[in-house]
């Protein structure tokens, strides 16, 4: 009997995802047969190989979501038209030398981003954090420190004021949680780009905004505006969860316990084993196939999608012969995708940059931080796309704010 299709939702995607992928991939293969919100069909991607080719051919396994076979059985209050969207003027969507050029855009801009400036500001946002939940002895890491540094770093590189940034926090993970207030945060989001545009184009300033405007490629304001939302949503989650699952690996796993007392050296070891053991971009959709193919052994129509299991990949046993090892300085995972439409080389620097420094400043501040619930009580965000906590307590010493 063929195994039905898996429903790509449900506790065990945030529970216990690595047991999930193995049934996946015990009782389909590298390439899983899946239903969406809506019983709509999909493929999920498990095989590191197979993610390579997909990937690796933006012609067959194409970017533009047109392509998709199923939008006549998408109904307008669909719950993922966020993540897998129609028509939308951002780069996520572009292909071919258009988005190339659009690629180059966004990698000049954010290449000339200093380092030590960038370093400097996620510092300072840091010591703010800290400064506010020092004295009490304990705090939420996730709550009152992960979900609100990135955003406020981004926030001042691209140019807004630092008076802006408390808002843009607010309207942004109001946007990815999802909820009630998700629409609003959205929209709070794109009317200060757009406004931020306006301000920039009629005096720019040495700031992302202002070299993407000046840019030659003839990009219009309402494309740039799409782009900085999905810079600044892409930029601020993932990199919130790399902070909170690396904090987490470290207060509870053994092989990292020397960084918490004083030590550096294993920070950058910790945060690379998180992103090849439990990556914050889980799932990611989607490529759509521009003509049939054959992929893992399946048979793949025109015009159906394909998601991207970034954490199955890294987890998959052919090149992982051993999982129980320490990742080192292998960096050959797909936490930042991979081709043409992966994340930008500077985007990542600057994402690593804002998550080592965040993780230093708490290891700097709070020397004698430990956990303050059992380990098996931290929970998990319940969705099969992104992987972060919706909570670390901790506790330690009572110390003064600088």
């Not at 946002?125 to 705090?139: N, Q, R, S």
């Not at 090849?276 to 999608?305: F, H, K, M, V, Y």
């Amino acid at each position: 009997m063929t195994p039905a299709p898996v429903p790509l939702s449900g506790p065990r995607f945030h529970a216990e995802p690595a047991q999930l992928y193995r049934e996946m991939r015990r009782d389909h293969g590298s390439v899983v047969p899946v239903v969406l919100d809506g019983d709509i069909p999909a493929w999920l991607v498990l095989g590191y190989r197979e993610l390579h080719q997909v990937t690796g051919d933006p012609v067959l396994f194409s970017r533009d979501s047109d392509l998709w076979s199923q939008w006549d059985n998408i109904p307008a209050d669909w719950p993922l038209l966020p993540m897998i969207g129609r028509k939308q003027p951002s780069i996520l969507y572009t292909v071919g030398e258009r988005h190339r050029e659009r690629a180059g855009m966004i990698s000049d801009a954010l290449e000339a981003v200093d380092p030590s400036e960038l370093r400097a500001h996620a510092e300072r946002f840091a010591d703010e954090l800290i400064d506010a939940v020092c004295a009490k002895g304990e705090t939420d890491l996730i709550a009152d420190y992960a979900a609100l540094l990135p955003v406020r770093v981004l926030a001042v590189l691209y140019g807004f004021a630092e008076e802006q940034g408390p808002g843009l926090v607010t309207a942004l993970n109001d946007m990815i949680n999802g909820r009630e207030g998700a629409l609003a945060g959205q929209q709070h989001l794109a009317s200060s780009m757009a406004q931020l545009l306006a301000d920039r184009a009629a005096q720019p300033a040495d700031d992302v905004v202002s070299r993407m405007l000046a840019n030659d490629s003839g990009f219009t304001p309402e494309e740039i505006t799409q782009d900085l939302m999905v810079m600044m949503a892409a930029g601020h989650q993932p990199t919130a969860d790399w902070i909170g699952n690396s904090l987490r690996l470290m207060l509870t796993d053994d092989r990292f316990a020397a960084s918490l007392f004083g030590g550096r050296h294993s920070v950058a070891e910790a945060m690379n084993e998180v992103l090849w053991e439990d990556t914050p971009s889980q799932n990611i959709a989607g490529r759509w196939t521009s003509r049939d193919t054959q992929l893992g052994g399946r048979r793949i129509r025109a015009g159906e999608l394909l998601i991207l299991g970034l954490q199955g990949a890294n987890s998959d046993p052919q090149v992982r012969t051993d999982g129980s090892a320490l990742t080192g300085g292998n960096n050959a995972h797909f936490s930042f995708g991979h081709g043409e439409h992966r994340c930008p080389f500077p985007a990542q620097e600057v994402a690593e940059v804002i998550a080592r420094t965040g993780i230093e400043v708490v290891l700097d501040r709070l020397p004698d931080i430990d956990l303050a619930v059992p380990e098996q009580e931290l929970t998990r965000r319940p969705s099969p796309w992104l992987r972060g906590l919706t909570e670390l307590p901790v506790r330690f010493t009572p110390v003064p704010a600088r």
